[in-house]
C-alpha cells in the first residue's frame, strides 16, 4: 500500500477496485461514521485489522472488569486499526478518551466499531479517527465484555479477519480481505486514471455522457 499518499486513497476508490474483483459487499452500513474532529484536516483511516469481539456482559457486577479490553489493548501494534465488532450494541460505550489515549501512544492508527463511545467531545479534540454509530454515557463495564481478539469477526455484515486492510474516510469504511490486497493497488490506479481523464473531459466542456461514453467511468 506504499504507493498511496495523503488522500490519494479513498474508500470510494477502494470500494470500486473491489467491484473489479467481485466483491461487492464489503463496505460497512452508513450508520458508523467518525467522531467529527475539531482537525481541519479530513479523516482518512487506514491499516490492518486488529479485531475485538465483545457480547453482552456474563455478570452485571464483575469482579474483574476489563480484562478482555485489557488483553487486548496489550496485544495491538502501532498503524493498527481496531475493528470492534459488538453486535451493534447500543447497551454501552465500548469506546472512550482513556482507551483513545493508550492507543495514540501506542501509534494505533485508529479504531472502527458498530456500536457505540463516550467522551465524544475528547475524542474530537484527540484526532484519534474512531468511526462507530453514536454516543451513550454507559460504561462497559458489567454490560460488554471483550470475549476475544484477532479472531475473525463480523461486523455490521461484513467479515473482518486479523490482517485485512480497513480504509476509512468520510464516505465511509470498506474492508479489504487480505489475499486481494496484492491486487489493489493496480486496480485503484487504474481507476484514479480513468477519473482523471473524465475530469478533464469535463473540464474542458464534455458533458458527463461524452467523457462517459469516451473514458467508460464514472
Ligand atoms: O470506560 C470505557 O470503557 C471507555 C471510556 O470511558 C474511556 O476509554 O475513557
Ligand atoms: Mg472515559
Not at 460504561?139 to 490482517?163: F, N, T, Y
Request: aromatic share 6%; hydrophobic share 45%; charged share 15%.
Amino acid at each position: 500500500m506504499n504507493a498511496f499518499h495523503g488522500n490519494e486513497l479513498t474508500s470510494a476508490l477502494v470500494a470500486d477496485a473491489l467491484d473489479t474483483f467481485g466483491l461487492r459487499h464489503q463496505c460497512l452500513g452508513p450508520g458508523l461514521a467518525p467522531v467529527r474532529s475539531e482537525s481541519a484536516n479530513p479523516t482518512c483511516l487506514v491499516g490492518p485489522a486488529f479485531t475485538l469481539l465483545a457480547q453482552a456482559a456474563a455478570h452485571p457486577n464483575p469482579a474483574s472488569p476489563y480484562q478482555g479490553l485489557l488483553e487486548g489493548m496489550d496485544h495491538v501494534s502501532a498503524g493498527a486499526v481496531v475493528v470492534f465488532a459488538t453486535g451493534n450494541s447500543a447497551a454501552a460505550a465500548v469506546w472512550g478518551e482513556l482507551i483513545t489515549a493508550a492507543c495514540q501512544h501506542k501509534a494505533v492508527a485508529g479504531a472502527v466499531t458498530d456500536g457505540f463511545v463516550r467522551d465524544a467531545q475528547a475524542l474530537a479534540q484527540s484526532g484519534f479517527p474512531v468511526f462507530n454509530r453514536g454516543s451513550v454515557p454507559y460504561d462497559s463495564k458489567g454490560r460488554l465484555d471483550v470475549v476475544a481478539h484477532q479472531v475473525p469477526i463480523e461486523i455490521d455484515g461484513v467479515r473482518v479477519v486479523p490482517g485485512d486492510l480497513i480504509v476509512a474516510d468520510t464516505d465511509g469504511v470498506v474492508v479489504v480481505p487480505q489475499q486481494v490486497v496484492p491486487r489493489l493497488t493496480r486496480a485503484v490506479e487504474a481507476k484514479q486514471a480513468a477519473e482523471h481523464d473524465v475530469r478533464a473531459s469535463v473540464a474542458r466542456g464534455s458533458t458527463l455522457r461524452q467523457a462517459f461514453d469516451q473514458h467508460g467511468v464514472l
